[in-house]
């Protein structure tokens, strides 16, 4: 897909409604820290349409990103932030749970893990919920640059197994410093746009 326009339309924080889309929505998860806003910088090619942050934590609002008017792409906020006090985390929790179960335009998940470790305690919490509620998480294993080729592999093996994925889940190392990833998370954006619209 060329990007011919990119807007961030909605923001909607712990007591916005969320809104009802007839184009489809596909949403980015993960910890926070992962690399989420780098990924979809990368994705479309700018530099901070999505906001970096060193802090973990920094989106703290549902984004939605009106991509050439045929689809809206959903930036999440991160879980696992150490830096907010529970009764925040359950709240922002308790938002993106809404998000999930009421989207009648949502058709897929990316979850963002590190492909550098093993995927935590809450990143297989999240994957099992995702799975069951209906959905099939697609995994970007991001900061692929930081490894090794040999070990790329072996780690990947690991995520599949500590998230519990079937075979054919796609398992897609990434890195926003190569692009490495880049191409392949593109086609399966591009599927589920032709696909259902």
Not at 25 to 52: D, H, P, Q, T, Y
Not at 88 to 95: D, E, G
Request: aromatic share 10%; hydrophobic share 35%.
């Amino acid at each position: 897909m060329v990007i011919q326009s990119l807007e961030l339309e909605t923001v909607c924080g712990i007591t916005s409604s969320l809104p009802q889309h007839d184009k489809i929505e596909m949403a980015f998860w993960g910890r926070s820290n992962v690399g989420k806003s780098s990924l979809l910088n990368c994705l479309w090619n700018r530099k901070s349409m999505a906001r970096i942050s060193s802090q973990p934590g920094k989106t703290q609002t549902i984004n939605y990103y009106n991509v050439n008017d045929r689809c809206y792409m959903v930036d999440l906020p991160g879980y696992g932030y150490a830096k907010v006090s529970k009764e925040t985390a359950a709240k922002w929790m308790k938002m993106i749970e809404k998000y999930l179960s009421t989207s009648v335009a949502l058709r897929v998940v990316f979850q963002l893990v590190d492909i550098r470790h093993e995927p935590s305690k809450k990143d297989i919490e999240v994957y099992r919920m995702l799975y069951e509620m209906g959905f099939n998480p697609l995994i970007i294993a991001t900061k692929s640059d930081k490894i090794s080729k040999n070990t790329k592999q072996k780690n990947i093996a690991i995520i599949r197994k500590a998230l519990g994925a079937s075979p054919e889940t796609p398992i897609l190392p990434f890195s926003a410093v190569t692009k490495e990833g880049r191409e392949e998370i593109w086609e399966y954006i591009d599927y589920f746009v032709k696909e259902i619209s």
